[in-house]
Nanobody, 130 residues
Framework: QVQLVESGGGLVQPGGSLRLSCAAS????????IGWFRQAPGKEREGVSC????????YYTDSVKGRLTISRDNALNTVYLQMNSLKSEDTAVYYC???????????????????????WGQGTQVTVSS
């Protein structure tokens, strides 16, 4: 059974840090591009960061550049999102998603068009509040 499971969310004060993990089971991430998306109440789901299959290509939406870092460990079948200098506007449910072989698509396209992803996790809540 194909599954993506996010973990690492929680409540953190502004300026704090969290590391989200996305563990895959039922398939190996080697041939998949991975993205982190978030959805705040009343807002559309947006792509936060995406990472390519094997070329190391990454994409970050402007609002998180310099604060969030995406990485992958194919040996552990896991992708991470290190979140530093968190702000209240980062509060949302965070989802990871996987797309098999980007092909002609770029990592930016994967992030900008959530419908391109093949598999989704159930999400983990991140709340940034004092």
């Amino acid at each position: 059974q194909v599954q993506l499971v996010e973990s690492g969310g929680g409540l953190v004060q502004p300026g704090g840090s969290l590391r989200l993990s996305c563990a895959a089971s039922g398939f190996t991430l080697d041939d998949y591009a991975i993205g982190w998306f978030r959805q705040a109440p009343g807002k559309e789901r947006e792509g936060v960061s995406c990472i390519g299959v094997s070329d190391g290509a990454t994409y970050y939406t402007d609002s998180v550049k310099g604060r969030l870092t995406i990485s992958r460990d194919n040996a552990l079948n896991t992708v991470y999102l290190q979140m530093n200098s968190l702000k209240s506007e980062d509060t949302a449910v965070y989802y990871c998603a996987a797309k098999e072989r980007l092909g002609a698509y770029t990592v930016k396209a994967m992030c900008v068009v959530p419908a391109l992803s093949d598999y989704w996790g159930q999400g983990t809540q991140v709340t940034v509040s004092s």
